[in-house]
């Protein structure tokens, strides 16, 4: 089955006939309200809170939070049938989200953000819409702030390539799998305003392991060969030697620890 | 499009990103309805710091609303000696989150763009030229 950011532009591709699904049909709307519980969960609201869902749609997210704002690109998916307490807001997310700077206490995005992989006309390249996305919706978010964002990544690429737009943007970013190497895969990008450790959003979870590939790839810089310790100097006379510089011969006192003069 | 909404929304223009001119919009044309709403005290009581209190104030009188207190309400105000709403708390309430707009028209002051509002929906869609 191929994919809808592949046949069509959301605003095209979501007719009535496919908007409907999400309005009557019992499997999709479980589907969606078990991803906006998780990222509920992820966000661990501990009061009342100014919400913005981008790429609402037809409202099936609206319905579970309340005092929310709500962003969509699609005139049929409009919640104009759903009981929705938030404010609708017709617009590209791919444009920016126009609202003033820590305005909201947080972000929830149900399989939206994926669309911004793809640009439709040739004056906006995918890596620019996203950087608009994220760019603005950092701004709109108040400080500790935080985002969820449920999506269907096509492959690595894309996800790599939507997760980098959010840590430019200056966010904190962890990458949640539920159900990983299954088909029933679901990703979620958990964001957090001011790029510090993100892994606090899963501390009182189970059944959650945590891979860390910061750590891994720091260790391999440095420690393994620090700058000015025998074997970096042995590899550089390897290289200046195989450049055809004159290279003095190596000794058991090469790169020796001396004793400090001063 | 409850008024709070309204309070933080810009013009999404790039080019009005770094003009004061471009916050608030101003409404026009402007048909206001009013919606019942349960109230959230505790919303109310969260969200009120981040209001804009001078641009409310210009809002609703633009709008032809009875003008409001020169500075907003602290927190002290909004709870009276039991812990039950007060009547600030309620007033609030039925302007910030029951008082919407059904439609007309949000002009940026800074580039004279206009937004349109249909069925309390706002249209933000730029044309590619404008963005």
Known sequence: MSRPEDSLPPDLFYNDVESRKYTTSSRIRNIQADMTHRALELLDLQEPSFILDVGCGSGLSGEILSSVEEEDGGPHMWALERDVEGDMLLADIGQGVAFRPGTFDAAISISAIQWLCNAETSDVSPEGRLKRFFDSLYASLKRGGKAVCQFYPKNAQQRSMITNAAIKAGFGAGILEDDPETKSVKVYLVLSVGGGDVTGAVSGMQDVDVYDSRRKERKRGKEFEKKGSKAWIMRKKGQMEAKGKVVKPSSKYTGRKRKTAF | ???????????????????????????????????????????????????????????????????????????????????????????????????????????????????AIKEGIANFLLPSHLV
């Open chain 2, 1 to 115: 499009m409850k008024l709070l909404t309204l309070n933080f929304l810009t013009c999404a223009r790039k080019a009005c990103k770094t003009s004061a001119a471009s916050f608030p919009l101003h409404p026009r044309e402007a048909e206001l309805e009013q919606v019942e709403l349960d109230m959230n005290p505790q919303f109310i009581r969260n969200v009120l710091p981040r209001v804009e209190w001078e641009a409310m104030r210009s809002i609703s009188q633009e709008l032809g609303l009875p003008s409001l207190p020169d500075t907003a309400p602290g927190p002290e105000e909004l709870a009276d000696a039991e812990g039950g709403p007060t009547q600030i708390l309620k007033d609030l309430h039925t302007l910030l989150m029951e008082t919407t707009i059904a439609s007309g028209k949000l002009l940026c002051a800074n580039c004279g763009h206009e937004y």
